[in-house]
């Protein structure tokens, strides 16, 4: 009851409030109950059907090997469409009264992140057991208090129990107290189905839950004066070193990037993966593998200097997740609006600036979080975390850099559905170029302290060579791509 009561809301929200049919088929001669049924029937099929599938093997065999009269099996079928019903009814209103309140589309993209959120971190659940297998020490005292728990709430007084209740106790012979429990639910929910069925009716009927009824109050149309200053918020040295056509660009993709929640669910993405990688770190303690305890001293020297500096691996890792979106999209989200820009007064090189910057600040945001937080967590020295913070800024520019140029080069602006945005092949190349380009700078940047260490030399000069090294080949892969993609940009979107 309760899971088809969660999965059929988005499924109602979208066949009431975002198929675009709902309208015609009020208006056309068919009887509008007969409209509630078949949109509460799409909702309930699917759902209904992947119960059955997983739900049904399980109970079946729960009779079989309790030995049940053959009447708890085509009860048991009746009594889940039963529920099934009356849970899609009771969510049809609960779609209405949000739909009240909050926009469809806006409560639409709220399911799709929560579902987001929800399916990252069960796809990260084996993780987290592994990382925390060793401090696991349950006793059963406490197993059987976890099970008291669902005993409790196996009740009569809980009308949720007594479809299970009626069916055990038809099939064990107790057909007094079946028939009273399992009679009990089909009345109640028949009861429910009429009641949200005419709820609904009426609603929808008279116009209240219709979204053209959403009254609201229309804001005033914001004025400026011509003299305001599209970059109005920035800080004054920004206003100092990024010219007007930047800033502009620059405000208006973070108000893009804010209003839509998809971009919100694949911020979470990241941030779920380097918390798990994170505490993995934390129980590794730093310390490489023992193996077969034979490796020369120096070089499991070294392997502990680079193993400190792993707070740069995660720092990188998140933040290169999250300029596969932002920089590997920049142009494509543009799509077929794009010609706005395409007219302006606008020099290629000050859109490639706006849209590098756009992706590199929330990466590096992101990562920066990461790296402070591990730094403190290690007790890293001042000296070691500025370099981690210089390795960490310069990576992320490079991997920006070539996500920028690949995607820009391979920009999509054709798209309809936000979803298929994506720049095509040359934004997957993008991506696998910078995911060799993650670990390469990273090298260039650690490797040399950990040869410092083996070669018995000055840690000041493994820093120096490290620096001069990854800031290089970090700075030739955030500029050289941006110039290469540059005359593209000035004839992007143009019919050859």
């Excluded at 099934?84 to 049809?92: E, I, M, N, W, Y």
């Excluded at 109640?188 to 005419?198: T, V």
């Excluded at 009927?205 to 804001?219: E, F, I, L, P, T």
Aim: hydrophobic letters at 55%.
């Amino acid at each position: 009851f309760v899971g088809i009561l969660v999965t059929s809301f988005g499924v109602l929200l979208q066949a009431l409030y975002l198929s675009g049919d709902m309208d015609f088929l009020l208006s056309s001669p068919v009887p509008i109950r007969a409209v509630f049924v078949a949109k509460l029937m799409q909702a309930i099929l699917p759902n209904l059907g992947l119960l059955s599938l997983f739900g049904l093997p399980v109970l079946f065999g729960l009779g079989f090997s309790g030995g049940y009269h053959f009447l708890y099996y085509p009860l048991l079928v009746l009594m889940l469409v039963a529920l099934a019903l009356v849970a899609a009814g009771f969510s049809s209103l609960i779609v209405m009264l949000v739909a009240r309140v909050f926009p469809a589309r806006r409560a639409a993209e709220v399911i799709a992140f929560l579902g987001a959120t929800f399916a990252i971190v069960c796809s990260q659940l084996g993780n987290f057991s592994q990382a925390f297998a060793g401090n696991a020490d349950i006793s059963n005292e406490q197993l059987s208090g976890a099970a008291s728990l669902l005993v409790r709430a196996d009740t009569l007084w809980l009308p949720l129990n007594w479809a299970g209740r009626g069916l055990v106790d038809i099939g064990e012979g107790r057909w007094l107290s079946g028939s009273i429990l399992a009679l009990s639910t089909f009345g109640l929910c028949a009861l429910g189905f009429w009641f949200a069925l005419a709820t609904a009716e009426r609603w929808y009927y008279s116009g209240w839950a219709g979204m053209q009824a959403v009254a609201r109050r229309k804001k005033p149309a914001r004025t400026a004066p011509p003299s305001a200053d599209v970059g109005a918020g920035f800080p004054s040295w920004a206003d100092r070193l990024l010219t007007a056509p930047v800033r502009a660009i620059i405000r208006k993709d973070f108000l893009v990037l804010r209003r839509d929640l998809r971009n919100l669910s694949q911020f979470i993405s990241p941030l779920i993966l380097g918390v798990i990688y994170t505490l993995m770190i934390f129980r590794s303690g730093g310390e490489p593998p023992p193996g077969r305890g034979e490796a020369p001293d120096w070089f499991m020297e070294s392997v502990r200097v680079v193993l400190a500096y792993g707070n740069v691996g995660i720092a990188l890792f998140v933040g290169w997740i999250l300029l596969n979106r932002l920089a590997g999209m920049a142009f494509s989200q543009e799509g077929k609006n794009y010609w706005i820009l395409k007219a302006s007064p606008l020099r290629a090189a000050d859109l490639l600036s706006a849209k590098f910057l756009v992706s590199y600040l929330p990466a590096l945001a992101l990562g920066g979080v990461f790296l402070i937080v591990i730094s403190l967590a290690q007790g890293i020295s001042a000296l070691g975390f500025l370099y981690s913070l210089l390795a960490v800024a310069l990576s992320m520019a490079g991997m920006n850099g070539i996500m920028i140029g690949f995607g820009a080069a391979g920009a999509n602006l054709n798209w309809d559905d936000p979803r298929k945005m994506n720049a095509g092949s040359l934004g997957c190349l993008g991506q696998a170029i910078t995911m060799l380009a993650l670990p390469l700078l990273f090298g260039l940047f650690i490797a040399p302290l950990g040869l410092a260490v083996a070669f018995r030399i000055s840690q000041v000069y493994g820093y120096l060579i490290g620096a001069f090294l990854g800031s290089g080949a970090s700075l030739a892969c955030a500029i050289l791509p941006l110039k290469l993609v540059e005359k593209k940009v000035r004839h992007l979107d143009e019919q050859e």
